[in-house]
Each structure stands twice: as structure tokens, then as C-alpha cells.
């Protein structure tokens, strides 16, 4: 398809814990889907308009097809809803695999957290590291192991040792995630982190993480959820074509911001990921929160991401 897109079909849709299905996808034609590494996301454009990103998580070794796991959202704005819909022979317009959540390289220790549905990019990772014959460790916590997705994988899996499953409805007492840190510390103190799950969680792996004094360099998350207005000051954006400018509330996005001078800036995702809300900057220095752009890309300042992006600058000029 055009635009770096592809056209899949569900070739398979399973329940792989409470509320969490997976699904597996082929290209229609019957051509392979590109290659992909461990840590690696697909925008899918669901039936209802929506945009969504889902991490791979093939299992061991298997590379024909995608596979993504869904967790049906209580609090959804529609997209967990529309791909539970989904059934076996469905199509669907994704997007070419893009990884901003890769492994490094190195034979460094790595220790996996994954909270519930964020097992997905690790699941793929765990197995890379074990095929390299790289040390590691996956800890999984869920409420209930009915909660816990490819469990049954996880455990007949050749690295089955190294995966151990905190559940909080389980007598027995996990090591907190405090302990598992320190210990891996003073272990290796070149050990990388790698986690993902809901924000509660994340937060607190990375809040540990720093009162610990873990370098920034060796910890590596992925949080796929939306992104709220950062709040601070507001501040200015001109748009030269129109003559006019507005200003941008500190709890409100560039884009609910410039609607008001009738312009309307295509989104997607709303979560800084997707890329379809790239908008040229012209003047001022963007505030980027965005998962899309490299650090290349930002220090150059000449684009932003304004669905979720900023300002540092009084005063933005974009090209609109």
C-alpha cells in the first residue's frame, strides 16, 4: 500500500488471559510482512477511524506475521473496544514496524519488568536476549495469574528459569520492586532496565530506578498510554499564512489551541507516537513529549509533534 502502509488480515484471534486477546496478522497478498526487531510497534488504523499502537510479540522464532496482544481497556476512547470486535479473517491497514524501545547491544545484564499487558515488547525481547545467550531476568507482575498473558508460553519457554511471576493475590511474598533493583545493582552495576505496563506502574519502576541513582543511559521504558497537556505557561503560536496568533493554555495541546483560528492539524494517536501531527516549526523552541521524533530530529528544533509537544520559546511561529 501506499504511504508505507500494509493491508493485513486476522489470521487467528485467541484469549490469552482475562480481558486480553491476541492476534496474529498476515499480509492479504500472502507476501511476508517486513522484518522487525525485538521492542518494535505497529500503528493499527482500526474500523472505527481510530489509531492505535500495538508492541510485537511473536513468539520464539516466529517472524511470519505479527502478532499483538489487546487488553480490553474500562477506561478505552474506543480502540480496545474496536480490535475485541475484530475476528478471524478481518482486515486491517497497519503501519511498517517502527522501534523506539530497542534492545542495546552488549553483554550487560538486562532485567525485564513488565506490568500486565506491558509483557508484549518484553516477551520478544526476552527471547532475543536468550537466543544471543545474553544474561537476564523477566519479572512479571499482574493482580492474578489470570491476568497474566503467554504465561503458559513464558513457562515451557527455553528461558523459563529466568521468568519469575509476582502476583498480588498470591501468599507467598515477591521481592518488591525496590529489592530486585538493588540487587541487581550491586550485581552488575552495568546492568540496563527495561519495562513497560500501566502508568501507575511504570512510574513507580522509574521513580525507584532514580532514588536509586540508576544512570539514565541504562533505563529503557515504553508507555503507550495518552499523553496529557503538560500543564506550565502558556505561550504564543503565530501562523504566518493566517496573520494570527493564539494562545496555548498551559493544560491545552496545540491543536485544540489552533482550532480556534479554524485550523484543523490531522491527528491520529493524540499520544505523540503515530507521527501524523508533524507540523513544521518556523520560529521559537519546541518542548518536545513526543515518542516519534530521534534525538536528532529534536535538537533541531524545526519540527514538533503538536498533539502533545510545547513550548520553551514565549512564542512558536509554525507552518501552517
Not at 532485567?111 to 525481547?125: D, H, R, S, V
Not at 493482580?143 to 529466568?162: G, I, Y
Amino acid at each position: 500500500m501506499n504511504n508505507g502502509e500494509l493491508l493485513v488480515r486476522v489470521s487467528r484471534r485467541a484469549v490469552e488471559a482475562t480481558d486480553i486477546i491476541a492476534c496474529n496478522l498476515v499480509a492479504t497478498d500472502g507476501r511476508s510482512l517486513p522484518s522487525w526487531e525485538a521492542g518494535a510497534h505497529i500503528d493499527v488504523h482500526l474500523p472505527n477511524g481510530l489509531v492505535r499502537q500495538y508492541s510485537l510479540c511473536n513468539a520464539l522464532g516466529q517472524q511470519e506475521g505479527y502478532r499483538i496482544a489487546v487488553l480490553r481497556d474500562p477506561n478505552t476512547r474506543g480502540g480496545s473496544l474496536a480490535l475485541h470486535a475484530l475476528g478471524e479473517g478481518d482486515s486491517l491497514r497497519i503501519s511498517l514496524p517502527r522501534n523506539l524501545f530497542p534492545l542495546q547491544e552488549g553483554s550487560h545484564s538486562s532485567l525485564l519488568f513488565a506490568g500486565e499487558i506491558g509483557i508484549t515488547p518484553l516477551l520478544a525481547m526476552a527471547g532475543r536476549l536468550n537466543t544471543q545467550g545474553r544474561p537476564f531476568e523477566l519479572h512479571y507482575f499482574v493482580r492474578t495469574r489470570s491476568r497474566a498473558a503467554f504465561l503458559n508460553e513464558l513457562q515451557s519457554s527455553p528461558f523459563a528459569q529466568q521468568v519469575i511471576v509476582h502476583a498480588d493475590d498470591e501468599l507467598c511474598k515477591s521481592d518488591s520492586v525496590a529489592t530486585l533493583l538493588h540487587s541487581a545493582r550491586e550485581a552488575a552495576r552495568d546492568t540496563h532496565i527495561y519495562t513497560c505496563g500501566p502508568t501507575g506502574f511504570l512510574d513507580h519502576v522509574l521513580e525507584t530506578a532514580k532514588l536509586q541513582s540508576w544512570p539514565e543511559d541504562q533505563i529503557h521504558y515504553e508507555s503507550f498510554m495518552p499523553v496529557k497537556p503538560a500543564g506550565g505557561d502558556s505561550f504564543e503560536v503565530r501562523i504566518p499564512s493566517l496573520g494570527q496568533s493564539v494562545t496555548v493554555a498551559p493544560n491545552e495541546t496545540v491543536v485544540a489551541a489552533v482550532t480556534r483560528l479554524g485550523v484543523d492539524i490531522p491527528v491520529s494517536c493524540e499520544q505523540g507516537i503515530c507521527g501524523t501531527c508533524l507540523t513544521r516549526v518556523l520560529e521559537g523552541t519546541p518542548d518536545h513529549k513526543d515518542m516519534y521524533l530521534t534525538d536528532e530530529e529534536r535538537v533541531t528544533n524545526d519540527q514538533f509533534m503538536a498533539c502533545c509537544s510545547r513550548s520553551i520559546s514565549p512564542l512558536l511561529v509554525l507552518d501552517l
